[in-house]
């Protein structure tokens, strides 16, 4: 690198924006790692890997919910740098539950963070990387933008949307010099388990919801997929391997499970491929 590269990671705190944070800072990125907690202990972690490295890596305050908080975090970047070269869009969860016992204000809440979060973060960094002619963004999907499985309705409509986003975006900047990536992984080994939202109606009310048979089924299926997860470093590894490529790819799949999935995807009809998903989870 002639000169130094500025990165900002959204969701810095654990899994995959922790690691992706630190592996861009070891690869010699200015890296303001943001999270939207940093008091309690929370970047406490980040924070003494980077002075054990001496890694030019900075932790800042942002919480992509908040227009103030994100606009903060970014004009406080430029303020500092003077330009933002890489921006990782990460911050997310899973909200999980029967589509009918899903609740506007969680759905709301979980579109706010996947999918507003990354827009309000892209539509204020693409100002900079135009004027710079020059920037990459990386959106954080999923194996779960390109299929989906029941009972994570909301959760695949915020990254299906984030997808087709992304590709459409992606023609709209290109002579800007802006790269836009999707990088799609399977199942990750991080606090993404245990940060799943159960949707409120069905888990409070489980005797009475509708959907208890389908719901037993899937919590074994989950449970399987969070014992054979890949760690979110691998991830990273993938998303400098991107960001440092000069010609990157449009798409990333990370994780045996994802590129297996979506080939499976590739070979089959729109009817085969569902009784295929119906049998693998006893559907
Ligand atoms: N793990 C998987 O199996 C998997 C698979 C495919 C895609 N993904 C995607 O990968 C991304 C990272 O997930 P992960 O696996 O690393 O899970 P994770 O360990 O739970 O990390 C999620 C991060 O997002 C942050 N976050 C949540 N809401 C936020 C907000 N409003 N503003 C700022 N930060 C917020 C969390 O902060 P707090 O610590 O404050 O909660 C945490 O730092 C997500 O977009 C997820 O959908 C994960």
């Given at each position: ?9 959204t969701g810095?705190s654990t899994g995959i924006g ?18 939207r ?27 992509v919910d ?24 990460n911050a997310g969860y899973a909200l999980v ?9 969680e759905?709301?809440a979980q579109f706010e963070t996947n999918l507003?979060g ?22 954080i999907?999923s194996?779960g ?7 994570d309705?909301i959760y695949?409509?915020t990254k ?28 990750v080994?991080s606090n993404f388990w245990k940060n799943l939202k159960l949707a ?84």
């Amino acid at each position: 690198m002639t000169r130094q590269e500025i990165a900002l990671v959204t969701g810095s705190s654990t899994g995959i924006g922790f690691e992706t944070s630190i592996a861009l800072a070891r690869n010699g990125f200015h890296t303001y790692a943001s999270m939207r907690n940093i008091g309690n202990g929370r970047s406490n972690h980040i924070v003494n890997v980077a002075r054990k490295e001496n890694l030019p890596l900075q932790v800042i305050h942002l919480d992509v919910d908040n227009d103030k908080s994100v606009l903060d975090a970014i004009n406080r970047i430029k303020r500092e740098k003077g330009r933002i070269d890489i921006v990782i869009n990460n911050a997310g969860y899973a909200l999980v539950g029967p589509f009918e016992e899903t609740s506007m204000e969680e759905i709301k809440a979980q579109f706010e963070t996947n999918l507003f979060g990354t827009i309000r973060i892209m539509q204020a960094v693409i100002p900079i990387m135009r004027e710079q002619r020059r920037g990459t963004i990386v959106n954080i999907t999923s194996l779960g933008g390109r299929v989906a499985l029941p009972l994570d309705s909301i959760y695949h409509g915020t990254k299906f949307a984030l997808e087709g986003i992304s590709e459409s975006v992606k023609y709209e900047v290109d002579p800007f010099g802006i790269k836009i990536i999707l990088v799609e992984p399977g199942a990750v080994g991080s606090n993404f388990w245990k940060n799943l939202k159960l949707a409120k109606t069905s888990s409070s009310d489980s005797d009475n919801s509708h959907y208890i048979q389908l719901t037993n089924n899937m919590s074994e299926s989950f449970k399987q997929m969070e014992q054979n997860t890949i760690h979110p470093s691998e991830v990273a590894s993938v998303i400098l391997l991107a960001v440092m490529t000069d010609d990157p790819a449009f798409r990333y799949q990370v994780g045996k499970d994802a590129v297996m999935l979506l080939e499976t995807r590739r070979n089959l009809s729109d009817r085969d491929f569902e009784n295929f998903i119906k049998k693998q989870f006893n559907l």
